[in-house]
C-alpha cells in the first residue's frame, strides 16, 4: 500500500530554517508516482501547492516560496525533501506531502505542523 509520512516540522523563529521530510513506501517510487510535491494549509486558507519534483528531477515552485524553499529527492531512500529557509509567519501551516500520477490516485501524507513565531 503507497503510504507516505512526513517529519520535521516544528517551531522556528523568523528568519530560521527547517527540512522536512516525506518517507515513502510501498508503490510510491515505483515509476507510476510520477510527480510528488509539497502542499501546506493554513487555518482559514485552502490548500496551496508550495513545489513539486517529478520522477526525472525537474522541479517547480509557487512564486512565494522561490528562492527560500528547496526540493530535492532521494531516490535510494524513498524520501523527498524540502529545504526552507527564511521563513516568516506567513509560512505558518500544516505541511503535506503528495505522490500522484497520471495513472493513479493521488496519495497524502498525515501533515507536519511548521510555525513561525519569536
Known amino acids: 500500500q503507497a503510504q507516505l509520512v512526513e517529519s520535521g516540522g516544528g517551531l522556528v523563529q523568523p528568519g530560521g530554517s527547517l527540512k522536512l521530510s516525506c518517507a515513502a513506501s510501498g508503490s510510491i517510487f515505483s515509476g507510476l508516482f510520477t510527480t510528488m510535491g509539497w502542499y501546506r494549509q493554513a487555518p482559514g486558507k485552502q490548500r496551496e501547492l508550495v513545489a513539486s519534483?517529478?520522477?526525472?528531477?525537474?522541479?517547480a515552485y509557487a512564486d512565494f516560496v522561490k528562492g527560500r524553499f528547496t526540493i530535492s529527492n532521494d531516490n535510494a531512500k524513498k524520501t523527498v525533501y524540502l529545504q526552507m529557509n527564511s521563513l516568516s509567519p506567513e509560512d505558518t501551516a500544516v505541511y503535506y506531502c503528495?505522490?500522484?500520477?497520471?495513472?493513479?490516485?493521488?496519495?497524502w501524507g498525515q501533515g507536519t505542523q511548521v510555525t513561525v513565531s519569536s
Open positions: 519534483i517529478t520522477k526525472d528531477g525537474r522541479t
Open positions: 503528495n505522490a500522484n500520477g497520471p495513472l493513479v490516485l493521488a496519495v
